[in-house]
């Protein structure tokens, strides 16, 4: 079964305009972290944002803000103020158990796309 | 902030040939690294845990004889895709978590990734 999943393939925005990427994520655990990422077509993988399954308040990191869901299971990342250099895919991932051991499961992805 | 370097960031070989992939944390000590497989469009996988000094922990499905992985030291992890055909041309991506690291996220470091082409 699918842990992690993110139902837009794509995503169209003009400049300056906030965007959601919804993301999705199934889990029995109690303990999880709750991941985004940004790859632009360099490859490299971006750390974005970080939730873990405790934090009470949804997290923010400058532009970005994870809208925490716990009871829907949904984590969507939040862009504000959209920028050209904002276009890439995002991925977002899931680790189950809070420990930095445990592996990173990642959804399908959406690639956004910021119109000037 | 912390960097993983990944070498070569790109590599063409013919079939049959083994190709070696390395993954260092530059300025961190890491016991445990990952390596992804990233195929055109699609998400990453996760193919094995590598873990210093002991054996690597291999997802369902991914060959251990065919991508064999040793992490000798705790900078350093290598990938090698042994006897490598067409179907295994891919990014593969590693990431390192830091010998320190906390409960809370972020910690987990990404190479560049390095982008396979068999012929």
């Known amino acids: 079964a699918q842990k992690i999943t993110q139902t837009q393939p794509g995503m169209f925005v003009q400049e300056k305009e906030a965007v959601t990427l919804d993301c999705t994520y199934d889990t029995s655990d109690q303990s999880y972290g709750l991941f985004w990422y940004k790859q632009p077509s360099s490859g490299e993988m971006i750390f974005l944002i970080y939730q873990g399954s405790y934090d009470e308040q949804n997290a923010t990191e400058g532009r970005y803000s994870l809208n925490f869901q716990k009871a829907r299971k949904s984590a969507n990342l939040v862009i504000s103020a959209s920028q050209l250099g904002d276009s890439a895919m995002y991925f977002c991932a899931m680790r189950e158990g809070l420990q930095g051991a445990q592996k990173l499961v990642f959804g399908q992805g959406t690639r956004l796309t910021i119109n000037p | 902030g912390a960097v993983v370097s990944q070498h070569p960031s790109r590599v063409i070989c013919k079939s049959g040939t083994s190709v070696k992939i390395e993954c260092r944390s530059l300025?961190?000590?890491?016991?445990?690294m990952f390596w992804y497989r990233q195929f055109p469009k699609q998400s990453l996988m996760l193919m094995a845990t590598?873990?210093?000094?002991?054996?690597?922990?291999?997802e369902q499905g991914v060959e251990k004889d065919k991508f064999l992985i040793n992490h000798a030291s705790l900078t350093l992890s290598t990938l090698t895709v042994t006897s490598a055909h067409p179907e295994d041309s891919s990014f593969y991506i590693c990431?390192?978590?830091?010998?320190?690291?906390?409960?809370?996220?972020?910690?987990?470091?990404f190479g560049e990734g390095s982008r396979l082409t068999v012929l």
């Open positions: 590598s873990n210093e000094g002991s054996k690597a922990t291999y």
């Open positions: 300025d961190f000590q890491a016991t445990t």
């Open positions: 990431s390192a978590l830091p010998l320190l690291a906390g409960a809370a996220g972020g910690e987990l470091f």
